[in-house]
């Protein structure tokens, strides 16, 4: 076992969030404890407790991890047409929950003990990237509110998610359209019931 001088604070939670990473790329979050954590990175569980609290809080570190990596999955469209950048947002996320499964699910599972709120920071990383698809959204549709915007993304959003999970279960029962194809589908379908932009749906 290691002793705690030989690394720092941060030097064990980062080890702490790789490994459970690296065993989510395997396996699922069900055959995963605490115990096995710390094993893994040659400390004792108590060590991890000190650092993170317990180890639902472990599990949210690296949710948020999760969602900092996905952020960055999502930024960075350039087009000058909104819709082509929801629709690549949409590939890209459906991409990111695919090759990272059971960190993907992680994120929609983990619940807090006694129903405790998220940390802010955790809140704020999903604003986060609703705002990626609010931002697009204020490029389409002049004096858009505040309310209407975050309500437009949701909705959005909601059918891009449900298809992406339903790909993930392999439920989506269709032979002939892939999941690409259904996702941009979505979006032209969205775009034109809300009267957006109906030259370039």
Same mark, same amino acid.
């Given at each position: ?19 459970? !990473? ?14 096995? !954590? ?13 650092? =993170? ?11 948020? $991890? ?29 991409? =990111? ?10 994120? =929609? ?20 990237? =609703? ?29 891009? $998610? ?40």
């Amino acid at each position: 076992m290691a002793r705690r001088k030989e690394h720092t604070h941060e030097q064990i939670k980062q080890m702490a969030i790789a490994a459970v !990473v690296m065993h989510l790329q395997h396996d699922s979050i069900h055959s995963l404890s605490l115990r096995k !954590v710390a094993a893994e990175i040659g400390y004792v569980p108590s060590t991890l407790i000190n650092i =993170f609290g317990n180890y639902q809080y472990l599990l949210l570190t690296v949710s948020e $991890h999760t969602l900092v990596n996905l952020y960055a999955a999502l930024q960075g469209l350039t087009t000058e047409q909104p819709l082509l950048n929801i629709q690549h947002m949409a590939t890209r996320y459906s991409d =990111f929950a695919l090759q990272h499964k059971s960190c993907f699910r992680l994120v =929609f599972e983990l619940s807090l003990p006694d129903n405790q709120p998220l940390p802010a920071n955790h809140s704020n990383l999903i604003k986060s990237l =609703f705002s990626l698809v609010e931002s697009q959204l204020r490029l389409c549709v002049a004096d858009i509110s505040d309310q209407q915007v975050e309500l437009m993304s949701r909705v959005l959003w909601g059918g891009i $998610h449900g298809l992406t999970c339903l790909a993930l279960d392999g439920k989506l029962f269709n032979t002939h359209s892939d999941l690409q194809a259904m996702l941009h589908s979505h979006v032209q379908g969205y775009f034109a019931g809300m009267g957006i932009n109906r030259e370039l749906v």
